[in-house]
């Protein structure tokens, strides 16, 4: 029976006064299944292409929080799975942000993350 998931991907802005993006990485959440997770692969040389000065460092520290978040993990410890997911889908002008929230329906959210990595970041 497919259960209703959400998902949003994760962009790269290497610098949010230009509007510019890649992205980097994809988040989906299922309530029925309690699933939260995350994946990210970073091309940092197509992101350099945007930004040469980018500080990769930052934008891997800002990755490390979005997983310990699905996790949670870190100070996101405490909240719900739900409330972590629109957290991090909030939005926000940083380095790291997501794309609006998007839905579907499913029997397998793995296979989702799997299939979004390949078909809207790894292109």
Same mark, same amino acid.
């Given at each position: ?6 998902? %949003? ?12 993006? *890649?992205?980097?990485? %994809? ?13 990210? !692969?970073? !091309? &940092? ?5 945007? /930004?040469? &000065? ?5 934008? $891997? ?6 997983? =310990? %978040? ?12 739900? =409330? ?5 889908? $909030? @939005?926000?002008?940083?380095?790291? =942000?997501?794309? @609006? ?6 029997? /397998? @959210?793995? %296979?989702?993350?799997?299939?979004? *990595?390949?078909? =809207?970041?790894?292109?």
């Amino acid at each position: 029976m497919p259960h209703v998931f959400e998902y %949003a991907l994760v962009r790269a802005v290497p610098r949010p006064e230009r509007g510019e993006f *890649m992205n980097v990485g %994809a988040i989906v959440y299922c309530a029925s299944l309690r699933f939260l997770r995350c994946a990210s !692969d970073v !091309d &940092a040389d197509r992101l350099r292409a945007l /930004d040469p &000065a980018l500080d990769v460092e930052v934008l $891997a520290d800002a990755l490390r929080s979005m997983y =310990q %978040a699905c996790e949670g993990t870190g100070p996101m410890a405490r909240s719900s799975v739900g =409330q972590r997911f629109r957290w991090l889908t $909030a @939005p926000r002008s940083t380095i790291l =942000q997501t794309s @609006p929230a998007h839905a579907g329906l499913t029997d /397998d @959210p793995e %296979a989702e993350l799997t299939r979004l *990595m390949t078909t =809207q970041v790894r292109i």
